[in-house]
């Protein structure tokens, strides 16, 4: 079963940059889809970008514009660019990937962007 492992989170200022990292455990040239949620305190989970095999992605409203998700399929690993960031991006952010029936998660990394 395909882990993944978060990372890259961190403290920064309102209108700095982030990347984030998710490291999977075996190939990802196969899944069907890989993004990224975030949950912030007292809230629920919601999507921030979620990319698929084919090439399609979808960014919530909120984040367009400001952040970019890319996948390096050599190395395993998805990527969030976070740009332009403000404080009420301040969530943990969570690794997703989904393959036919299974869905995997990350441990989550927290972003902290303060005003």
């Known amino acids: 079963q395909v882990q993944l492992v978060e990372s890259g989170g961190g403290l920064v200022q309102a209108g700095g940059s982030l990347r984030l990292s998710c490291a999977a455990s075996?190939?990802?040239?196969?899944?069907?889809?890989m993004g990224w949620y975030r949950q912030a305190p007292g809230k629920q989970r919601d999507l921030v970008a979620l990319?698929?095999?084919?090439?399609?992605?979808d960014y919530a409203d909120s984040v367009k514009g400001r952040f970019t998700i890319s996948r390096d399929n050599a190395k395993n690993t998805l990527y969030l660019q976070m740009n332009s960031l403000k404080p009420e991006d301040t969530a943990i952010y969570y690794c997703?990937?989904?393959?036919?029936?299974?869905?995997?998660w990350g441990q989550g990394t927290q972003v902290t962007v303060s005003s």
């Open positions: 075996e190939s990802i040239f196969s899944i069907s889809a």
């Open positions: 990319g698929t095999r084919g090439g399609n992605i």
């Open positions: 997703y990937a989904k393959q036919g029936p299974w869905i995997r």
